[in-house]
C-alpha cells in the first residue's frame, strides 16, 4: 500500500413504483433497432440526443488548459508528508453530540481493497465525441487523483454502437452510432496518460460478429496491456432471449473475437440485477473457462420511485449481501481468475433520482458501498455516468464526474466519496464495530501492509455530531484525521475533503490533517452531523 499512496499523493500534492431493493436495473430499456451495420458516419446530432445537443463547444479562450499545462494541485509538503506533519484543530462543531464507541479487531481480516478496486463506468457512446483525449486535461486530473483504476466503457449503448473504422468524433454534446479508429487512438492516449485499466464492451445484440471482432482486433492493439478485457454486450438478460439462446449467441460472438485476437480476454456477462440466478450463476459455470471476470450491475432502487430517499440511500439494503454473496459463490466455485466485479453500479437506476444521487448523502453512501463489497469479496466497483443525450435524454444525476457538452464541468459529491476511498489505499479490511446511541453511525477499517490503519468514521445523523473513542486495536505512535463534509446531507455543492473542494480543471489542494492525541490504543474523534472522517494511526 505504501507505494500506492505515494503515487496517490504525487498526483495530489505535486500536479414510478416502488421496486425491490435490487431488482430494478439503470438499463432496462430495450436497445434501439439495429439498422445498417455500417452506419452514416456524418457528425449529424442522434435521435434521442437533447434538444440543445447540437450547441457548439465552447469558444477556445474557454477552454481548460492542455493537460502539460494545467496548473499544479498544491505546492510545498512531500508526498510521505502528508499524514506524518498534522496541525491542532478540527471541525467547527458546538451542537449536540453522542458519545460513540469503535473497535478494529486487529488480525481479523474480512475483506480486502486492492490497486484498481475503484472504477468508472461509462456509456460507449462517449467514444464518439472526443471525450476520453490526453487533452481533456481535467477528465485527466480527475483520473489521476483517483490513481490507477478500471474504466468500463459499455451499458446500454455498447449494443446501440457499431465499429466503423473511418468514422470521426462528432461535435461536443452530440454522439453518433459509430466508434472508429480516430477514437480508439484517443482513448489509448488517454488511458497512457492516466495508468488506468479498460474493460471494452463490443455490440451483442444489434450487430455483426465479425463486425465487433474487428474492432477488438484494433482495440487490443491499440490498448495493450491497458486492456482488461472484452465484455461482450451489456445486460444479456434483457435481450429478449432465454438463457441458453443468449449463451450460444454470447458464444458466437466470443469465438469471433477470438478468431481475431487469440486468447483475447473476456468479461461478462454483464447482467442487470433481475439477471442474478437465471443468467449470471449458469453463466459462470458454463463459461469458467472463457472468462477472466465476472460482471454484475446494481442500484439500490429506481430513481423515478417517490421512495427512493436520502433516508433510503443511507440505510442498510437487506439484500446487498445476500447479492454479492451469490456473486462470490459463482465466482470461487467456477475458479473465475479475477472473481467478481459490479461493473455498473450508482445509488439509484434511471440515471438517478434528483436531490439524492447527486446530493452529498451519495459520497457517504460510497464509502459503506465500497466495503460492504469489499467483505464479500468484490475486485471493485464501476461507478456509471455519462452524458446528456447518452442512452435517451435525461440527465446523469448519479453520475460521479459532471459535464456539459462533453468537458468536464465539475467533480459531483459521489467522486469525493470515491477520493476519500482512495486516500484510504489499498490493504486487509479489518472487523470493526460501531455504534453511537441510535444514529446512524458506521466506521471501516483498512490495514495497510506497513501496519498503519485507516479508519473510516461515518455519521449519517444529520442533526447531532459523535464524539467517538476509536480503539484500533494496536498501540499507536502518532496519529491524524482528515474530513469529509458539506453544507448538509443534501447539498450538491460546497463538499470539500481535507478542507478543500476539487476545482473544475481537476486540481485538489488539501489542507493538512488535524493532530490527534493517542491514549494506548485508542484516539477520540468528534464527528459532525451528516459528515464522515478518515483517521490514520501508526
Known sequence: MRAWAGFLLLAVLGCGSSAPSVETGDDAAPPEPAGDARPDRAPSVPADAAPDAAADRR????????????????????????WSNPVAGGPAWTGPVVPGTVAVARGMTVGTIGPGFLGLSFEKSHMTDNFFRPDHAPLVALFKLLGPGVLRLGANDADRTNWDPAALPVMGGTISRTVGTVAVDALAAFIQA???????????????????????????????????????????????????????????????????????????????????????????????????????????????DAASTIEKLLSPDARLLSVLGTLATAATSNKIRDGYRLGETASFSSHGAPGVSDAFASALWAIDFSFDNASKGSSGLNFHGGGIGMDGNRPFQYSPIGEVKSLVSEAKPLFYGMLSMALAGHGKSLATTAA????????????????????????????????????????????AVIYLEAPSLGATTGVKLAGAGIS???????????????AGTSVSVTVPPGSAALVHVR
Open 59 to 82: 469558444a477556445p479562450e474557454d477552454l481548460p488548459p492542455p493537460a502539460d499545462q494545467a496548473p499544479p494541485e498544491r505546492d510545498g509538503a512531500a508526498p510521505g508528508d502528508f
Open 194 to 304: 492516466t495508468g488506468w485499466r479498460v474493460i471494452y464492451a463490443v455490440n451483442y445484440k444489434t450487430g455483426a460478429p465479425e463486425n465487433a471482432a474487428a474492432e477488438a482486433k484494433y482495440v487490443a492493439g491499440k490498448l495493450g496491456a491497458s486492456l482488461y478485457g472484452f465484455e461482450l454486450g451489456n445486460e444479456i438478460n434483457l435481450g429478449g432471449l432465454a438463457y441458453p439462446e443468449a449463451r450460444a449467441k454470447w458464444e458466437t460472438l466470443a469465438a469471433a473475437v477470438r478468431a481475431q485476437v487469440p486468447g483475447a480476454p473476456l468479461i461478462g456477462p454483464a447482467t442487470n440485477p433481475s439477471g442474478l440466478q437465471t443468467y449470471l450463476v449458469p453463466f459462470a459455470k458454463d463459461e469458467a473457462a472463457q472468462v477472466v471476470l465476472l460482471t454484475h450491475h446494481y442500484y439500490r432502487g429506481s430513481g423515478g
Open 436 to 479: 453511537a446511541g441510535s444514529l446512524s453511525f458506521t466506521a471501516h477499517a483498512l490495514e495497510a501492509s506497513d501496519g498503519s490503519v485507516n479508519v473510516f468514521l461515518v455519521n449519517k445523523d444529520p442533526a447531532s455530531g459523535v464524539k467517538a473513542t476509536v480503539d484500533t486495536g494496536g498501540p499507536i505512535t502518532t496519529g
Open 504 to 518: 473544475p480543471t481537476g486540481a485538489w489542494k488539501p489542507g493538512p490533517p488535524y493532530l490527534l492525541a493517542p
